[in-house]
């Protein structure tokens, strides 16, 4: 009987066998990570700089909601809220220096973003590589010019008395123009010579967006007889479009951050009226006044009036299913 019930009895089931150095396996993010971490030890640099130059600093922004004294400190100053704000729409300099950035940024939006498209289309229609690089070095040089060596030169060429442009005019039976002292010219300049400067660097952008294309489409499109600029129109714009419209986005975000180097160097007592900016007021009232808090409410203005303008134009371009920065 005894050995019927030990044979009918199952046996217990083998003990898992223990491993001293069995470990917990990662989560599948964290696997990813250690698979590219190469990337992130090169990441890295970038993101220290970001968090202590960009995130750091905005423990900062609390000056504007303050009297900020230095000798007191951030939290020793007293809380006075949005008094700099309503000082700063109050105040009789607000139309004048609102009324200025806008339209330089919009003048600049305007001449200076669909010129290096057309510059990049161009010039990726050029045939001899040859001169396809050296077009590409001409138009590219300018963006390693030093603001300060490219006002230097306005002023050389612009001088009433010697400047090359008031020779032709002189040459042509006109009177000379103080075009550096001058409010009219000053918005004109400002946005020529930004193009001048930078519109090489931004056809860098698009013609890197244009080498995507798959050159089968031109193939075909030849084949069936279209001409470059039907090639142009119905191939290339199209192919870069996305691009076109995230960099048009980071631009209406970034509209009212007229360069403020530049438009200090071309300041003068006579453009004053067309050349006072926000970042060049709040140079003068922050720096030269010692008005700490109230020139971090006007940048802290300018920012949030930045903001509006990325998140409205960044929703549109989502409901006109575009390409979008999220």
Do not use: C
Not at 58 to 83: E, H, K
Not at 151 to 157: C, N, Q, R, S
């Amino acid at each position: 009987m005894s050995r019927i019930l030990a044979r009918s009895t199952p046996a217990a089931p083998p003990a898992p066998p223990t491993n001293a150095n069995h470990r917990t396996p990662l989560p599948l993010h964290l696997k990813k990570v250690a698979r590219s971490w190469q990337l992130y030890v090169l990441l890295a640099p970038a993101l220290i700089y970001i968090a202590v130059f960009k995130y750091w600093p905005m423990y900062g922004v609390q000056i504007a909601f303050r009297n900020y004294n230095p000798v007191d400190g951030f939290t020793g100053s007293p809380w006075v809220g949005l008094q700099h704000f309503i000082r700063f729409v109050n105040s009789y300099q607000f139309g004048q220096v609102v009324g200025n950035t806008f339209w330089i940024a919009v003048l600049g939006l305007v001449v200076a973003f669909p010129i290096p498209i057309v510059l990049a289309l161009l010039v990726n229609q050029l045939q001899s590589e040859r001169f396809k690089k050296f077009t590409q070095t001409v138009l590219y040089s300018p963006a390693f010019i030093s603001t300060v060596v490219v006002v230097g030169m306005m002023f050389v060429l612009l001088s009433p008395r010697s400047g090359l442009v008031n020779n032709a005019i002189q040459l042509a039976g006109g009177e000379p123009i103080f075009f550096m002292g001058s409010s009219e010219w000053f918005r004109p300049i400002y946005v020529i010579s930004d193009v001048w400067q930078n519109a090489g660097f931004s056809m860098i952008v698009y013609l890197a967006a244009l080498s995507g294309i798959d050159p089968a489409l031109h193939d075909a499109a030849k084949v069936d007889g279209a001409s470059k600029l039907q090639r142009i129109r119905h191939i290339d714009l199209p192919g870069i479009m996305p691009v076109v419209t995230v960099l048009f986005i980071l631009a209406i975000g970034n509209l009212l951050n007229v360069g403020f180097e530049k438009a200090l160097l071309m300041q003068t007592n006579l453009n004053l009226p067309a050349s006072e900016i926000i970042q060049t007021y709040v140079y003068h009232a922050g720096l030269q006044q010692a008005q700490f808090s109230y020139s971090a409410a006007i940048g802290l203005f300018n920012s949030v009036l930045n903001l509006v303008l990325l998140l409205t134009f960044n929703w549109v371009a989502r409901r006109a299913n575009q390409a979008t920065l999220w």
